[in-house]
């Protein structure tokens, strides 16, 4: 079987197909395998399986299934039941190789819907020490600080989180013996005989090559995230440059190369999104867990809980005009931006690139951002008569587990920190994502379906490059990578049990 990309539901996938005794071919477009799922946290929502019961999470399938039906509805029913169903095995399969560890950690679910834990059902792999991965530790994507930089991991340093997941993945994928990786190979197109796909055609460092795939192919190669004609094309909020999916990674060439042979698309104009601080290069940072600051819009105005999970906070901006950007507007109490980023942010490189500015009052400070002084000045003042009551009126931030997981306050509310300390300043924030979740059609083998809805024989997709069954919602950390890692798992169940 051939599988087309190497983020973490591309090597779940074929360390499936591989340990069962298929040959395997991973064929990954860019020299570094991993993708986004190699920049991630590699939190992981699998619930129900033997890490939440090991770890003392409170977790089980049923829980899961009502707060997923509390957000989902009977939307993609048969899917959701096939998820719940098999994330159990999945995890089994996995930790049942000796590469393969994962511990569970603590993150709040994203809605506050039946079912929920407030401490979240996720968890991640355990870090991979470098003796353990050796030379193979080259061949995964560093994380995104050091390889927008064009650096390698730190030599010293365990490979943690995604990393450690891609790491684990590959070690226990080389393992078997049944593998082989290329990278530096994109699929161009589908090999279909007799109404089947049967291989490949990739673009190779060596030119144009094909490669046969008796038992079936699977496309995980994430989603169009980094193609600006695409994105424009369906509408997708955000901008190619604003993404955080590594560079030269994610065009879609494998959605498009299945569209051209008949296959359905859907959700084609969502993604997983978040706000993100705009960096001097252009780009973005993944910006979460809000500690401090508000944020505004053109206007002066806030417009939303600046605590809200990413998803939920990059749907606000994207719902009305006047919110990209937008500015989060800090203090000096914060010792930096009062959130985290991926990558770091660095203030001094922000402020010598104009991406955050700097005032001694707030009247200054609105006027080297263009925003209308009086009503940044009102907006803060109010934000912080707020924070001393420790009620957010306009917008309930802090009222929420999730909001109240990050916050680190002193006052009467944790998540509401007075904004009133110079010099002030402002953060420029764009609408990034994580990627794009529109994709192939999928039915709950991860059989790609043709535009009439049927199965196209031999072809499967999961992960970004397929239609999430989530449809607009992110319910919590790591549905991204398990669903991705689920519905690759059953396509090679699929396809061995189907054969030919
Ligand atoms: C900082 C950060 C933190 C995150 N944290 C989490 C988290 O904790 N949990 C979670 O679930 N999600 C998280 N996400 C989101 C998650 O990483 C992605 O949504 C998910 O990994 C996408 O998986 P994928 O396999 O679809 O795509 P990717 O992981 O991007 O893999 C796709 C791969 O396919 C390759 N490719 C593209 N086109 C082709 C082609 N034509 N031929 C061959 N190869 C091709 C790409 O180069 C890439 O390597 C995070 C994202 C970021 C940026």
């Known amino acids: 079987m051939i599988v087309a990309g190497s983020g973490a539901g591309a090597m779940a996938g074929a360390l499936a197909a591989a340990a069962n005794g298929l040959r395997t071919v991973v064929l990954e477009k860019t020299p570094l395998l991993g993708g986004t799922s190699a920049y991630s946290g590699a939190a992981i929502w699998l619930p129900g399986s033997q890490v939440q019961e090991r770890d003392g999470a409170g977790d089980s399938t049923e829980s899961a299934r009502t707060y997923l039906k509390a957000l989902l509805g009977e939307e993609n029913a048969e899917h959701r039941e096939t998820f719940l169903a098999t994330a159990p095995e999945v995890v089994a399969f996995l930790e049942d190789d000796p590469a393969i560890e994962f511990k569970y950690q603590p993150f709040p679910d994203y809605f506050n819907a039946p079912g929920r834990l407030d401490m979240g059902r996720s968890f991640i792999p355990r870090a991979l020490p470098r003796e353990r991965i050796g030379e193979l530790a080259a061949l995964v994507r560093p994380p995104v600080d050091r390889d927008r930089a064009g650096l390698g991991h730190d030599p010293e340093a365990p490979l943690v989180q995604g990393r450690a997941l891609i790491g684990r993945l590959l070690l226990a994928l080389t393992a078997t013996g049944n593998a082989v990786v290329r990278t530096g190979t994109a699929l161009t197109g589908l090999v279909v005989e007799d109404g089947r796909v049967v291989g490949v055609e990739a673009e190779g460092p060596d030119g144009p090559v094909r490669v046969r795939a008796e038992r079936g192919v699977l496309l995980a190669a994430g989603g169009f995230e980094r193609d600006a004609a695409t994105r424009e094309a369906h509408g997708v909020p955000g901008s190619a440059e604003w993404t955080m999916a590594p560079a030269g990674s994610n ?21 997983w999104w978040c706000p993100g601080t705009a960096t001097p290069d252009g780009g973005a940072a993944f910006t979460l867990g809000f500690r401090g600051g508000l944020i505004v819009d053109a206007a002066g105005n806030r417009f939303a809980n600046e605590s809200l999970p990413y998803d939920q906070m990059g749907r606000k901006m994207a719902e009305a005009p006047g919110r990209v950007p937008a500015h989060l507007i800090f203090d000096s109490r914060s010792g930096g931006l009062p959130a985290i980023t991926v990558p770091p942010s660095v203030p001094e490189e922000h402020l010598a690139a104009g991406t955050w500015v700097q005032a001694d009052t707030l009247a200054e400070l609105a006027g080297k951002l263009g925003l209308p002084a009086d009503a940044l000045t009102a907006t803060v003042e109010r934000f912080n008569a707020f924070a001393e009551k420790g009620v957010d009126e306009d917008f309930h931030r802090g009222e929420d587990a999730y909001d109240r997981f990050f916050a680190a306050g002193k006052g009467p509310n944790p998540a509401l920190v007075p904004v009133d300390q110079a010099p002030y300043y402002a953060a420029k924030i764009v609408l990034s994502d994580l990627g794009t979740k529109g994709g192939l059609q999928t039915d709950p ?26 449809g607009p919602y992110y319910p919590g950390p790591g549905i991204p990578i398990g669903t991705a890692m689920v519905f690759a798992y059953r396509a090679v169940q699929h396809m061995q049990g189907e054969g030919r």
């Open 251 to 271: 065009t879609g060439g494998a959605i498009a190369a299945a569209a051209g042979i008949g296959a359905a698309t859907g959700l084609m104009d969502q993604g």
């Open 445 to 470: 083998d991860g059989r790609v379906l043709d535009t009439g809805g049927a199965p196209i024989p031999g072809l499967y997709a999961s992960g970004n490059s397929s239609a999430s069954f989530t």
